[in-house]
């Protein structure tokens, strides 16, 4: 019998801030990762081929008997939850997105929330849409900045250097201009970025940690029991070196061995 | 009757700066370019998936009745140029390494050349090896440095961005400390930040730009006619529009109207 699982997956590295959570909120759950490393990265992309990916991502965490699916992706969670979750069939599906914006609303007090994320997350509108949905009564105003640069950034690990702070503030100051109070990191990667984005933003400004919030909800969703016996599984779809060196940054934890999977016509473990 | 064309390849947008030279070279010639912008960066990724890649995107190419094949991209050339000529069968293929490595050799006096590519490029030692193999009785050393972040910038357009002499200072201050005299621009995106690359080395210092090399290397290669009736064809995985809008800054020409290709079991042309 296979065991049961929360199956994760995002375009590369970046996903693994939100196993950190995963590992903190629920340490006795099984979780099955899959980095698309192979692909990676989606926020530059096209919706077309987000989705495209999307669905055969979940495809892949389909094989694992996952009991919940989680997009640790905001460019996913932006532009395709409707894809996973068709695909998922009968499987609850958590995005980043909905617990962003629910934490967001009941943070602001002068209602004016940044958001920062992915090309393809910020121009799809998902979170001023997901904020506004959520508002009820509340007057809110979002405003939004593509960071293009900060994945890149986020994974040549130069969170100290000079250029990361003058890049986080070209992107940053209109939002800073705009007296947001709460900012939402719309992209697994900027957690790694966090001491530099609030020492710019200032001690006023709370930082939302997208996916710290989506793990912090998934108590809710999940009725697996206890699996301590079971292992966790990483999945990558490139060579697992370069994932299995960086990927400790990201986890906070020991990452145990990563194995590769192959697209071809359908994917295969290697 | 298929018209005979140039094929082009890159993973997306920088090997426009190589169809650039072309067209100033070879203004007779037709080109066909493919660009992998569903799957781009190659650079980041590991040799046994840019391999893949580029087996792929030559058997695109032979659909259109190449005369030649240029593999407009340094790390299809250092890693897989191999793969390339194996699918290109009795079709000649050029790539950026080879006329990089002679102008290097012919043009430092010191014998100190600097090398700057992606990760993959620099770990293959391509450069180094190539330059080994032409020095003849010169003698000559050679310093690289891979400049991840280089591309990303290049794409985000921020030429002029005071992060951007930052980074390019923290990436080529050890080959300035070399006393390099010439430094070989082994990533066709790097042409377009050439400025800020010069500044920073001094005039004293001859900076090689390896797709502009190469291109006027090729005039003793193609067998072709001129063809001044065969329009040009500009392929992308993705779907056109980001290639089209950034595409110009690449390419130095107006940029005639891209096509969409996408991998499903074989590469169809949607």
């Known amino acids: 019998m296979i065991e049961s699982s929360i199956g994760v997956f995002d375009s590369g590295i970046g996903g693994l801030t939100v196993v950190h959570e995963l590992f903190e909120q629920l340490p006795n759950e099984r979780i ?3 980095g698309d490393t192979a692909r990676v990265p989606y926020g530059s992309k096209s919706v077309e081929i987000i989705r495209r990916y999307a669905s055969e991502d979940t495809e892949l965490l389909l094989q694992y008997n996952p009991s919940l699916i989680v997009v640790a992706c905001n460019t996913v ?3 395709a939850l409707d894809v996973v979750k068709a695909t998922a069939g009968n499987i609850p599906v958590m995005g980043m997105i909905g617990p962003a914006c629910l934490e967001a609303v009941a943070t602001t007090t002068n209602g004016r929330i940044g958001i920062i994320g992915t090309q393809a997350t910020v121009t799809s509108k998902a979170y001023d849409n997901g904020i506004n949905a959520v508002a009820l009564g509340k007057n809110i105003r979002t405003f939004s900045q593509a960071c293009p640069l900060l994945v890149p ?3 040549e690990g130069w969170q100290d250097h ?5 890049i986080v503030e070209a992107y ?4 800073k201009k705009a007296e947001v109070d709460t900012l939402i990191l719309g992209c697994t ?3 790694v970025l966090s001491t530099v984005i609030g020492n710019y933003m200032g001690p006023d400004v709370t930082l939302i940690n997208s996916g710290a919030v989506a793990a912090r909800n998934i108590k809710g969703y999940t009725t697996n029991t206890t699996n301590l016996s079971a292992e966790h599984l990483f999945l990558v779809s490139d060579v697992p070196s370069k994932f299995q060196s960086v990927g400790e940054r990201f986890l ?3 990452l145990p061995l990563t194995k590769q999977v192959i ?3 359908a994917w295969v473990v290697v």
Chains 1, 2 share one sequence.
């Open 263 to 265: 697209f071809k016509e």
């Open 77 to 79: 969670s932006a532009v």
């Open 252 to 254: 906070g934890y020991k």
């Open 32 to 34: 099955v990762y899959f």
């Open 162 to 166: 000079r250029a990361t702070t003058l």
């Open 189 to 191: 990667h900027y957690p």
């Open 153 to 155: 950034l986020a994974e």
């Open 172 to 175: 940053l100051s209109p939002l």
